[in-house]
């Protein structure tokens, strides 16, 4: 019996063609390229404005209203040793401090008497004015003067300050010489003011022997 012979089996393989470029794609995205490239050089070398700096000032603080004292009361006190003017409206009120008095009136007051040395030095003084309580708010502002050859400390409120203070500030002006009431001695004169008197009256005050 004759064998049949067996045809070799070929593999099939599955080859794909190679990929073949979309050369039109390619042509378009060129041409994109080069028009995005060439805009953005274009736009670059156009000159470009100059850009001014613009100058922002701070306007100042507004000064306080210059008042005409020309016109107000004189009062004097050679028991706690100083003279100065208070508005012609305002009306004594009795009965504040043993060795002290208030004037008043519907825009504004002053109240003065001698404190003696309860701290050491004028600046203890000044905080404990300051900040005991927070009569001139959380945040007040105290600064270094010198009235009639004598250091002071000008106490200002802060913006939280009560209402029920009225405005209140406040001026600590040491004596050139302790004053002596009944045995007690006072090194420190203090004057409070609303906030919107207190520099025109202070520019008022001296002291008198």
Known sequence: MEQQKQQPIQEETDIKPPFKSNWKFLAIAVVFSLVVGGGILWYVSLPQPEIQPTNFSIPPKPKNEVLDTSTWQTYRNEKLGFELKYPSHWKSEEGYFSNGKRYSGEDGFLQFSAIEEFAEGID???????????????????????????????????????????????????????????????????????????????STFRFVE
């Open 124 to 202: 203890e003084i000044s905080q404990y004015e300051a900040y005991f309580d927070e009569p001139y708010g959380s945040n007040p502002l105290i600064e270094n003067l010198e009235v009639g050859g004598q250091e002071a400390r000008l106490i200002l409120p802060s913006s939280d300050q009560s209402k029920d203070m009225k405005n209140r500030a406040a001026l600590i002006i040491r004596y050139p010489k302790p004053i002596i009431i009944k045995e007690v001695r006072y090194p420190y004169l203090d004057l409070l003011v609303d906030a919107d008197h207190i520099r025109q009256i202070l």
